[in-house]
């Protein structure tokens, strides 16, 4: 699927089996591959088979990067079709296990509070959040959704805000406050008489779909192509044309951040970076019918493997160690002029 495509035009059902297709060609990624299956295969209705992917992917040999976001996903999809009971298990177990990820505490509160459980899960979002929040000034970008999660759920539930609820009110960027986002009494609005509110109503609507659309508008990152060092040098030993694209690694590493720095500051979002590998890429450049040694061909190798899902974020979180892979903080590595 094309990143730019309309979701209105996305048939999810061959999409999935795309993804399905492709998990195959590369299990190191079938992770990835098959969520986002699996997430197709709910948006088209047939949730038993996206039950089936996470099954898959729950008892396969191979070793999952985050079982427990498998495990939350699954608790989700199976309560939306009439498995309450199962989902509450999987649920219940989540909170016990504590997993040190926050997308599976959102997953699972999001999924209480869609099935009006409004205590429950402003205790899952609060449990969650606990495990997260350090006396860092600023959380990091992944807590936010749990913060913001909370502050909505006590709001519907009529309590007074906190001091969480007032750093969501901080680290929310939207130009519609939180308080007026997340106010149970906005959906009377939508039945007003009173074009003021009507248009007050609108204007706060715009917001949230303008931050779903930016969420939404990229599938997978703009990414910029890493080299190890061992991987470098065996790649510019086998193809030679490739020493000019790569003169050393210090000045390929070097490039990389001002690559994304440069396009940060074009205002392109959702940037990331993908590891490249010389087994990976001499069978990218097979399949692609095509030299190893054809320069063009680096780009076309960087975004497939973000479209693999293999894309891990720039810049790195604070405190976050450096892409680069030498063992030192971005903040002490490559972003320290940042």
């Known amino acids: 699927m094309r990143p730019d495509t309309p979701a209105e035009n996305v048939d999810h059902t061959a999409e999935a089996a795309r993804l399905e297709r492709t998990a195959g060609l590369y299990p190191e990624d079938a ?12 948006l088209s209705g047939d949730r038993p088979a996206a039950t089936a992917l996470y099954d898959r992917l729950l008892t396969s040999a191979q070793e999952l990067d985050s079982p427990a976001l ?49 205590e429950t899960a402003e205790e899952t979002f609060t449990q969650g959040a606990t495990l997260f929040l350090t006396n860092e000034t600023e959380p990091a970008a992944t807590t936010h959704p749990l913060l913001y999660g909370r502050h909505r759920v006590r709001r519907m539930l009529g309590r007074p805000h906190d001091t969480w609820d007032d750093l969501a009110d901080t680290l929310h960027s939207s130009p519609v406050s939180l308080d007026e986002l997340h106010d149970p009494k906005r959906v009377w609005s939508l039945g007003s008489d009173n074009p003021a509110e009507l248009a007050a109503e609108i204007s706060r609507l715009q917001a949230e779909l303008g931050a779903y659309r930016e969420a939404l508008s990229r599938p997978f990152p703009v990414a910029v192509l890493h080299w190890p060092a061992t991987e470098l040098t065996e790649l510019t030993s086998a193809y030679p044309t490739l020493s000019s694209e790569y003169p050393s690694h ?3 590493l070097s490039t990389i951040e001002s690559s994304l720095r440069e396009l940060s500051a074009s205002g392109t979002g959702n940037l990331g970076i993908v590891t490249g590998t010389v087994p990976s890429y001499e069978a990218f450049a097979a399949s692609e019918g095509s030299s190893p040694g054809d320069v063009t061909l680096l780009p076309q190798y960087a975004t497939t493997l973000a479209a693999r899902g293999r ?16 063992g030192r903080q971005y903040g002490e590595c490559h972003g320290a002029a940042n």
Do not use: F, M
């Not at 992770?31 to 709910?42: K, N």
């Not at 079709?81 to 505490?105: C, F, K, Q, V």
């Not at 894309?311 to 030498?326: L, N, Q, T």
């Open 250 to 252: 210090e000045e390929h």
């Open 31 to 42: 992770e990835a591959l098959l969520l986002r299956a699996a997430a197709h295969l709910e």
């Open 311 to 326: 894309a891990v974020a720039w810049p790195p979180e604070r405190g976050a160690g450096c892409w680069c892979g030498a």
């Open 70 to 118: 498998v495990r939350a996903l699954k608790a989700s999809n199976l309560w939306e079709y009439g498995h309450e009971a199962e989902a509450r298990a999987i649920i219940d177990g989540l909170r016990t296990a504590s997993p040190r990820d926050p997308a599976p505490w959102l997953i699972i509160a999001e999924s209480l509070e869609a099935h009006d459980e409004l």
